[in-house]
């Protein structure tokens, strides 16, 4: 498969979990049956599976949910809640998955979309990048974890002027923000998020389970707390294949072979 071509189904190649949340149609709206597909893959994860790749199929990441959808429900606020039970299912599936989670956010990723990239362990962009809350202008509040996340990558303060002003957000100041991680040239948005991808696929998986797990609950814990926690997860990584393994390359001047190991 291209590194190009977008993948249109939930799959995985080459170790990487590919999962698509917003098609062509629609204006490349989200897709519920991609998310919970999704969501279904994640909850039984692959053994094989080093990495997770978040993308759109069409010629954006994901323009937010189907608001034509939303104006046709005969009760659109049961039907708002039903889908939003489903996206944050898929939400909490991704902030549960023990792999590194990469988006490749080529063109727009506004509403839930940009709470997907919020999401990411690692988001790449390109010039074109464009993000935007979009919530006020249908008079709706935010999902996705937007109004958890954002304030957690931005800050508070710039959180609440982003989300109340619907702010556009152009790719450089998403960087300097740190919502997206960088950029590279919009034509190889899609190849460079999944050359990152793959590149987690052999390596050190408990070590990047380990640091997911410290850095999840860094916010909410003391320096205190946090330096008994990164004692514990050093001391026990010491003992694991994985870091012998690690170790020993190191001392042994080789690289590593930590595929496969605990």
């Known amino acids: ?25 629609a204006g490349t ?50 039907y708002l809640h039903q889908l939003a039970s489903e996206l944050h299912d898929f939400v909490r599936a991704l902030a549960a998955t023990p792999v590194p989670v990469v988006a490749s956010v080529h063109g727009w990723a506004a509403g839930a979309g940009m709470s997907l990239v919020c999401a990411a362990d690692i988001a790449i962009g390109g010039p074109s990048t464009k993000l935007r809350p979009a919530y006020p202008g249908i008079g709706l509040s935010p999902d996705g974890g937007m ?72 916010p909410t814990a003391t320096l205190d707390q946090q330096l008994d926690a990164e004692r514990d997860s050093i001391s026990a990584a010491a003992n694991s294949e994985t870091g012998r393994e690690g170790v020993d390359a190191f001392v042994g001047k080789r690289k590593p072979a930590y595929l496969g190991l605990n």
């Not at 080093?50 to 049961?78: I, M, P, Q």
Request: net charge negative; glycine share 8%; charged share 20%.
């Open 1 to 25: 498969m291209s590194t190009t071509e977008p993948v249109t189904a939930v799959t995985v190649v080459d170790g990487v979990l590919q999962l698509p949340i917003a098609t062509a149609a």
């Open 29 to 78: 709206s989200m897709n519920f049956d991609l998310i919970n597909a999704g969501t279904e893959a994640l909850r039984a994860l692959d053994p094989e599976v080093g990495a997770v790749l978040l993308t759109g199929t069409g010629a954006n990441f994901c323009a937010g949910g189907n608001v034509h959808h939303f104006a046709g429900a005969e009760d659109r606020g049961a």
């Open 147 to 218: 109004s958890w996340l954002l304030p957690r990558i931005v800050g508070t303060s710039r959180a609440a002027e982003i989300l109340l002003t619907d702010a556009v957000l152009g790719a450089d100041e998403a960087v300097r923000l740190g919502i997206l991680s960088r950029t590279v040239a919009d034509d190889e948005v899609r190849a460079e998020a999944l050359r990152v991808a793959q590149s987690f696929v052999t390596g050190p998986r408990a070590t990047y389970a380990a640091m997911k797990k410290l850095l999840a609950q860094s």
